[in-house]
């Protein structure tokens, strides 16, 4: 590989670190193989990088680590686990209404719950749109779907995190 | 518009993605019907809460640090690595080839009499460093890791500036023995360049003006600056390495 690649590569693609191994956490719920994929996946797309041109580096980036993740998935797919329940630490409740602070924890401890226990293709929509703010169509191409396939599923996982948090219909606002 | 139209389309709405005209019509009718009005709320705070709850992590600098090393390694790459081999020892890999072609440098050089001097020794232990695993005791691209890393392990805190901006990412520290003494080493580098600085109290007075000099092939820059002796080892070219002591010294 060229020199200036790689230094292009630095400049362009290793800024965005924290996007991938953000994603990872999310897609495998474990930080010490989020690690590893992203680092294996940094070295992919460096290997790939050459074909790479124009567009965002962090949607480029962001493609590689989700296939990754699945890859990994696949290889450990024997010691695959049910997704531990209590794998968000609880956060101390609060009964008295006053304390604010503490009911927006648990609330957001419920969230995060409710967003971990998602099928992979309702979590990564999810991730890509809600953290990275990715357009429809940038998520098309990380999760090589079409924008409507994008679309449904994810009205369809906010619907489910909807009901998780016991915000129905039903609910007046 | 229909209401089963409307939500159908209140997802795309709420993330901005409809076009001008979609987003008209779902406006016109979120103007006249309350039940959709309040869907439309319930959404744009449920995404709100999703939000809130997401955690946007970051990537530890030990990972980043591994992640650079390898980049910078790729270039004298081993093919086919992949899932199961060790990460670091792809990064390894690359410097080992470099530490093998000084250490055939070395033997030559080792046939000459010379008794063991400081130049000798810093450049040797420039040299072990590159051997994989010896390079960092602690690896952190950012100063604030690597400087407190060192109090109590050397009696000397060595600046350990910033430069990242100038091109010299730091990759990490560590505390190495040089002409009978410990001495704490920072490192920095360059594209698949190592740059190891050390520094120890100056004994006697020396030129403020750094001086030159090539030993078995890798580039040697020493200096003083305020009491300290301070001593760049690299396989850099000369004027780039000048221009990392230039930034150092400047950024101390």
């Known amino acids: 590989m060229a020199q200036q690649d790689v230094e292009r590569f630095e400049r362009t693609v290793l800024p965005y670190l924290d996007d991938a191994y953000t994603l990872a956490r999310y897609l495998l719920r474990d930080e010490h193989d989020a690690q590893d994929v992203v680092q294996d996946a940094a070295l992919r797309a460096l290997r790939h990088f050459e074909g790479f041109r124009e567009g965002d580096a962090r949607a480029w980036l962001l493609s590689i680590v989700r296939n990754c993740c699945y890859t990994w998935h696949r290889r450990h797919r024997s010691n695959q686990r049910e997704l531990p329940i209590d794998h968000i630490q609880p956060i101390a409740s609060s009964t008295d209404p006053a304390d604010k602070a503490a009911i927006e924890a648990s609330e957001r401890a419920a969230i995060q719950r409710a967003i971990a226990a998602l099928p992979d293709e309702f979590r990564e929509v999810i991730v890509l749109r809600e953290i990275e703010e990715l357009s429809y169509k940038e998520i098309s191409d990380v999760v090589g779907a079409p924008i409507g396939t994008v679309m449904s599923r994810l009205a369809r996982a906010r619907k489910r995190l909807a009901l998780a948090l016991g915000r129905g219909e039903q609910e007046a606002v | ?252």
């Open chain 2, 1 to 252: 518009m229909h209401c089963t139209d409307c939500l159908e389309k209140l997802d795309a709405y709420v993330d901005g993605e409809l076009s001008p005209e979609e987003a008209r019509d779902v406006d016109q009718h979120l103007a006249a019907c309350a039940e959709c009005a309040r869907a439309h709320a319930e959404l744009v705070a449920l995404s709100r809460s999703i939000k809130e709850g997401l955690v946007r992590h970051h990537a530890p600098d030990v990972l980043k640090a591994r992640i650079r090393s390898a980049v910078l390694a790729e270039p004298a790459r081993i093919p086919n690595a992949g899932f199961g081999v060790s990460r670091i020892r792809i990064a390894a890999a690359g410097i080992l080839v470099a530490a093998l072609s000084s250490a055939a440098t070395l033997a030559v050089v080792h046939e000459r009499n010379a008794g063991p001097s400081i130049e000798s020794d810093v450049v040797a232990s420039h040299i072990r460093s590159l051997i994989p695993g010896h390079l960092t005791d602690v690896v952190s691209t950012n100063q604030h890791n690597v400087k407190p890393w060192f109090n109590g392990r050397v009696d000397l805190s060595p600046a350990v500036p910033g430069l990242d901006s100038a091109g010299f990412p730091l990759v990490g520290g560590r505390v190495d023995y040089v002409g009978g003494r410990v001495v704490p080493v920072t490192v920095y580098s360059r594209r698949q360049h190592m740059i190891n600085v050390y520094a120890w109290p100056a004994e006697r007075e020396r030129a403020i003006t750094p001086e030159h000099f090539t030993e078995r092939g890798y580039h040697v820059v020493r200096w003083t600056s305020g009491g300290i002796e301070l001593w760049a080892v690299s396989d850099l070219n000369a004027p780039e390495l000048d221009q990392f002591v230039e930034r150092f010294n400047a950024s101390r």
